[in-house]
């Protein structure tokens, strides 16, 4: 099990993670696919999660859930956290998680690692907090 302050972007990954649901964005729809950005947090970080079809109407604030496989990457110039095509979503809960808002993972400039050519590292922050959704009073 990874905290969210301890994703890196990649071209594969198996994250394993657990997280609250905070805020869900406006469901796209472009063709037949259904598409739904969230801000997700544990008690370390928060990032941007892509949400995919049913997803988007599976999950709502509060959820907690458990991410098997997951991937963090970029997607359309975003970098999100996602299930991905071999990954796993399922609710195991409601608002009973601590949670941080700050930093926001997708919110960090990252470069590649000097010494690991297939790694990134943080670079510098473009944001503390998620420029697409508001932090919570």
């Not at 947090?41 to 049913?54: K, P, R, Y």
């Not at 960090?108 to 922050?125: A, E, F, M």
Request: net charge negative.
């Amino acid at each position: 099990m990874i905290l969210l302050k301890d994703i890196a972007p990649a071209a594969e990954n198996n994250i394993e993670t657990k997280f609250i649901l905070l805020d869900k964005g406006r469901v796209i729809v472009e063709g037949q696919h259904k598409t739904c950005l969230a801000l997700v947090a544990d008690e370390t970080a928060s990032v941007h999660f892509q949400l995919w079809g049913d997803e988007c109407d599976a999950f709502e604030a509060g959820d907690m859930i458990d991410l098997t496989n997951g991937i963090f990457s970029k997607q359309r110039n975003n970098l999100v956290l996602r299930a991905g095509k071999r990954g796993k979503i399922m609710k195991i809960g409601e608002f009973t998680m601590s949670f941080v808002e700050t930093p926001n993972m997708s919110e960090i400039h990252w470069v590649p690692d000097p010494t690991n050519s297939k790694k990134y590292i943080q670079g510098h922050v473009i944001s503390t907090h998620s420029r697409l959704f508001p932090p919570i009073p």
